[in-house]
């Protein structure tokens, strides 16, 4: 009895040792189902990105840039994070992950670390114990921000010189040759202003234009100077200047043999048109006696009230009363009135292109040439200078995007368009336009300037090398290239003529 008890305990043990192996139960007791291990647990996997490595957005823009996603095949929740990139520090994450730049982007004033307005960053996805990294490349693309550029007249010749005259789109444009045209400024229509004849009749041969400016002369009468070259000769000439009865009347008066570098605007008051002249030898800019003559200086040509005063040693009518107001010129490239006390000077130097800006009614100034190329000293002893003024602005010589060939004209915009209010803006000869916005400053770094030639580019032509750039009477603004292209700057959408 006691056997047949312990052979049915023994089958049930055999039965329920069978079960639990079926189960995947390793069986603890001994006999013979005894020696089973325990399985091991499965390991845990990196979360995995199914988003792009790239994206887009338009500059100025606040919404967030990127959305990461990623799995987990452990279906742990997954949390992001910036780990690294080269442009990592212009980002921050939201609590959805979402990537945000910590400044809208502005494509005129790229930021990251190649210059080609695509921002790299890295960004990692965790489970908590493991995590996956994503490089993430974001392209800022260009808005234009309202400005459209318009070709209003081309087949000028090769010009060199623009200026506003009093009428609302009156521009008169010159270069290469006796005719200064005038151009309707709203139709693009061309006619003639001018046309500088010898004592034939006949238009003037080899005779180029500098510069132009528009200004007063006597009282409310306003004139229009002319800066010429004719035979190696630089002159200036007033035309219906005002100092004859016949209202067309042209007076001159050399100025020196040509100097490279040569420039002519209006000033702020009655007859006030300044002239630079350059002197790149510089034995000569900071000679203010007559041997030094007029080469490196900066001269106030005002119109002289008595012309025909019989005073010692004039022979000829002595028509303009030059007087001295600065010294120190390399190759002045633009003179330009930027608020009504204050003027800008573009000068050309070896290594630097260089803008300084002054009072208007200053005399005594000097630009530091030659011991100063920009703000490097080139000769010991410029500390020494009286009345020393430094650039504001300087530039590199060459061809990148913030260096210069020569910055030809410069001008705060007070205009109509949103996107350039109350802009410095200057043009380049090697085709740039940059802008920075004023608020009186003197002080301009160069990584600061927004390169603009995107939002400057013109419905037909190209402005390459652009030879001036003026507002007109109503505040629209007028870029003259040196082949002969004129284009007006308009707000996007029908040029509309303002009441």
């Not at 009093?166 to 400024?185: K, R, W």
Request: hydrophobic share 40%; with cysteine.
């Amino acid at each position: 009895m006691a056997g047949s008890k312990r052979g049915a305990l023994y089958h049930r043990m055999k039965r329920a040792s069978a079960a639990l192996l079926a189960m995947g139960i390793a069986s603890c007791g001994g006999g013979e189902g005894g020696g089973g291990s325990t399985a091991p647990a499965s390991p845990n996997r990196a979360p995995s990105f199914s988003s792009s490595g790239q994206a887009s957005v338009a500059e100025n823009s606040s919404a967030h840039v990127y959305l990461p996603t990623a799995t987990d095949a452990d279906h742990d929740p997954v949390s992001f994070s910036i780990t690294g990139g080269a442009d990592a520090a212009f980002f921050t994450l939201g609590t959805q992950g979402e990537l945000y730049f910590k400044q809208a982007p502005n494509f005129d004033l790229f930021a990251d670390a190649n210059g080609d307005n695509v921002y790299e960053v890295t960004i990692a996805a965790s489970d908590g114990k493991l995590s996956a990294t994503q490089a993430v490349a974001i392209t800022v693309t260009n808005e234009r921000e309202g400005i459209s550029v318009k070709r209003i007249a081309t087949g000028l010749g090769a010009t060199h010189a623009i200026a506003s005259i009093e009428d609302t789109h009156q521009l008169v444009v010159a270069g290469s040759g006796s005719l200064v045209s005038l151009i309707n400024g709203a139709t693009g229509a061309s006619s003639t202003f001018h046309l500088f004849t010898d004592a034939s009749g006949r238009s003037v041969d080899g005779m180029t234009i500098l510069g132009l400016a528009w200004g007063y002369t006597f009282g409310p009468n306003k004139s229009l100077y002319v800066l010429k070259e004719k035979g190696g000769v630089a002159s200036i000439a007033c035309i219906r200047c005002g100092v004859s009865l016949y209202k067309d009347v042209v007076v001159e008066s050399d100025i020196a043999a040509v100097a490279d570098g040569t420039s002519i605007v209006m000033g702020q008051y009655d007859g006030e048109i300044f002239v630079g002249i350059g002197d790149q030898g510089g034995a000569r800019a900071q000679d203010s006696s007559p041997a030094g003559g007029r080469y490196g200086k900066l001269y106030d040509y005002g119109l002289d009230p008595d012309p025909f005063n019989p005073a010692p040693n004039r022979a000829i009518p002595h028509y303009f009363d030059p007087r001295l107001v600065g010294l120190g010129l390399h190759a002045p490239t633009a003179i330009a009135k930027l608020e009504q006390n204050l003027f800008g000077i573009a000068d050309e130097g070896e290594q630097f292109s260089e803008v300084t800006t002054a009072p208007l009614r200053y005399l005594g100034m000097n630009f530091g040439w030659p011991y100063y190329d920009g703000q490097q000293e080139r000769n010991a002893g410029g500390s020494a200078l009286a009345n020393l003024f430094a650039p504001s602005l300087v530039l590199p010589v060459g061809t990148n995007r913030r260096e210069s060939k020569g910055i030809v004209a410069a001008l705060i915009y007070r205009g109509r368009l949103t996107g350039l209010a109350d802009r410095y803006v200057l043009a380049d000869k090697s085709g740039h336009i940059w802008t920075i916005p004023w608020t009186g400053q003197t002080n301009v770094a160069q990584g600061t300037l927004e390169i603009r030639d995107a939002d400057f580019t013109p419905d037909a032509g190209t402005i390459d090398n652009p030879a001036g750039m003026v507002l007109d009477a109503s505040g629209d603004l007028y870029i003259l290239d040196s082949d002969g292209e004129l284009f007006r700057v308009d707000a996007s959408g029908p040029f509309v003529i303002p009441a």
